[in-house]
Every structure is written in C-alpha cells, then in structure tokens.
Antibody, heavy 120, light 106 residues
C-alpha cells in the first residue's frame, strides 16, 4: 500500500523558513518523480514543485521559484520542500504527491496534507 | 504556461443523473490530462489519467474523454458519495497546471 506522510508544517512569521518532509512507503521510491501541490484556504489546487526520481532535475512554479527548494533522499524514501522567504500567500495545505514514473507524469497518490500558516 | 479552463465552476444534480464536467486547455496537450476528486476536508484522489484511463480501484461510473484541447469527465449515475470538487490537470509540460475546479452537489 502506497503511503505518503507529510510533516514539518506549522505557523511561521513572514520572511521565515520552514522545511517540509514527506516519507514514502509501499513503492520503489527512486523510480518515481515526486511533487508538492498546495491549496490555500477555500481555493483550488496549485502545483508547487517536482523532482525526478534520481533527483537530477527539479521544477518550480513561478510563484515559489528562488524561494523554495525541493530535494530528496532516496536512501530514506523522503522528499523535502525547503521554504524560505515565506509570505502570507504561501499559507496553504501542502500535499506531497507521487508521480507514476520517473519524470513528468501523472499523479497517482497523494499524502494527507500538512498545514503551513504564514502570519505575524 | 498552459491554462486549464474548467466548467462549470459548480453544479447541482439529482441522484442518478449523468453529470459532465469539461476542461479546455489553452494549447494542444495530446491526452496528458488527469482528473482528481476532492471530498470536503480530504486530500485529492486520483481518478483518471491519460484523458480516459481509470486509476486502479476507481468505479466504472467515472469516465474521461477528449484529446488535444477539449476534455470531459463524466459521472454516469450521480450518487451521494460523489459530492466533491473535481479538478482537471495537464501534465504535458512544466509548469503542471490545474483547472479551477467544479463543485458537485446533490
């Protein structure tokens, strides 16, 4: 059974930093790209970032480029999202989402989400 | 960036009705479309990929069609458990983009 478990969320002040983690199980982790998708309160889904199975390639939404960094540790089946320069508009539930294969591919499983609140 | 325009933004239908949601891409994306269901307070769930292929375990009342720029998600017989918001997504290229969502009520 595929499981994705996010952690690291919480309340941060504007300008602060936060690192989200997502521990995966139930599949060959290094064979699958991983994504972060967020959802602001009462809003729709917004793709944030993706990383290929090997970690060689990373991709970002314009809204987070230069502030967020995605990475992965295949030895620990974990993907990370380092968030810097947080803004109020980064407040959202962040979902870790598995892609079917190594590169750009459809999402087949989602984590339960973790709330990040940016407020003074 | 590829824009995904989803319609309607909300709909109300009766139990047993056939429901259709549409999604239009701003450029040709072949069949690189996925559909997701999100029930209130829950994480999204994957329904369809490749425009028409059902994810494992998804009931056959859900179906997808289309290619190029126009896509549809159909629920053949709406049931109370189908109350949710549905999203389309293109994965033809980065940045991946989602439609705005369609809220389905009974």
């Amino acid at each position: 059974e595929v499981q994705l478990l996010e952690s690291g969320g919480g309340l941060k002040q504007p300008g602060g930093s936060l690192r989200l983690s997502c521990v995966a199980s139930g599949f060959s982790f290094s064979s699958c790209a991983m994504n972060w998708v967020r959802q602001a309160p009462g809003k729709g889904l917004e793709w944030v970032s993706a990383i290929t199975g090997s970690g060689d390639y990373t991709y970002y939404a314009d809204s987070v480029k230069g502030r967020f960094t995605i990475s992965r540790d295949n030895s620990k089946n974990t993907v990370f999202l380092q968030m810097e320069g947080l803004r109020a508009e980064d407040t959202a539930v962040y979902y870790c989402a598995k892609a079917y294969l190594w590169g750009l591919d459809y999402i087949d499983y989602w984590g339960q989400g973790i709330l990040v609140t940016v407020s003074s | 960036d590829i824009q995904m325009t989803q319609s309607p933004s909300s709909l109300s239908a009766s139990v047993g009705d056939r429901v259709t949601i549409t999604c239009r891409a701003s450029q040709d994306i072949s069949n690189y479309v996925a559909w997701f269901q999100q029930k209130p307070g829950k994480a999204p769930k994957s329904l369809i990929y490749g425009a028409y292929s059902l994810q494992s375990g998804v009931p056959s009342k859900f179906s997808g069609s289309g290619s190029g720029t126009d896509f549809t998600l159909t629920i053949s017989s709406l049931q109370p458990e189908d109350v949710a918001t549905y999203y389309c997504q293109q994965y033809n290229g980065y940045p991946v983009t989602f439609g705005g969502g369609t809220k389905v009520d009974i």
